[in-house]
């Protein structure tokens, strides 16, 4: 089985990053994590990439004047190392419409919320001040307008009575870790097929 090449983009800790190296050991999971790219030096998922021997790249995105500059030169780490598909994990950076563009059907996004409810940031606390029952995780694939694509799958997990920001974010995380890389073997079985 020939396995798509995938690369996972990190902002931080590398919690689903860990989740997605994890189920890519098993032989018939159809992506290979070949590329661990972050834009920032100290994040925490460099060392889960590291201590997994998979190769990774920091892109600072301090280090370009423009947002396409930065997509730029991302997009150029990615087709040297002959990557297929993106997986967007934690990747705290909005891209330029054309890189969402140019890797159409090959870039997708996890995201801590039941899109469409709550996209953006800071989602649960818009979770707890809205007093819905239920939230949960999207991955979705990406397109230009901000956790707009279409989805692949979701997960949920009920808000209970005096949940904080802390015990909301802990179960959505847990979720994520299941999510995460099902939902990134689903595309890349379908990227096979191509």
């Not at 969402?100 to 709550?118: C, D, T, Y």
């Not at 989602?123 to 901000?146: F, I, K, N, R």
């Amino acid at each position: 089985m020939s396995r798509v090449k995938t690369v996972v983009l990190i902002s931080g800790r590398g919690s689903n990053l860990a989740a997605l190296i994890e189920a890519a050991k098993a032989k018939d999971y159809p992506a290979e994590i070949a590329l661990v790219v972050s834009n920032k030096a100290d994040a925490g998922g460099l060392a889960v990439a590291r201590a997994a021997g998979v190769p990774s790249v920091v892109i600072a995105h301090k280090d370009f004047a423009t947002r396409e500059a930065f997509d730029a030169a991302i997009d150029s780490a990615l087709r040297e190392a002959g990557i297929a598909l993106v997986a967007e994990a934690g990747f705290m950076r909005i891209h330029s419409a054309w890189f969402v563009e140019r890797w159409k059907g090959r870039i997708v996004n996890i995201h801590p919320s039941l899109l469409p409810l709550f996209p953006g940031i800071r989602v649960h606390e818009q979770v707890l001040a809205a007093g819905v029952a239920e939230s949960g995780c999207t991955v979705h694939h990406m397109v230009p307008e901000l956790d707009s694509g279409p989805i692949i799958a979701q997960a949920r997990v009920p808000v209970l009575p005096g949940d904080t920001v802390a015990s909301l974010s802990a179960r959505v995380l847990a979720a994520e870790h299941k999510l995460y890389p099902e939902a990134l073997k689903q595309v890349a079985l379908g990227l096979g097929r191509e």
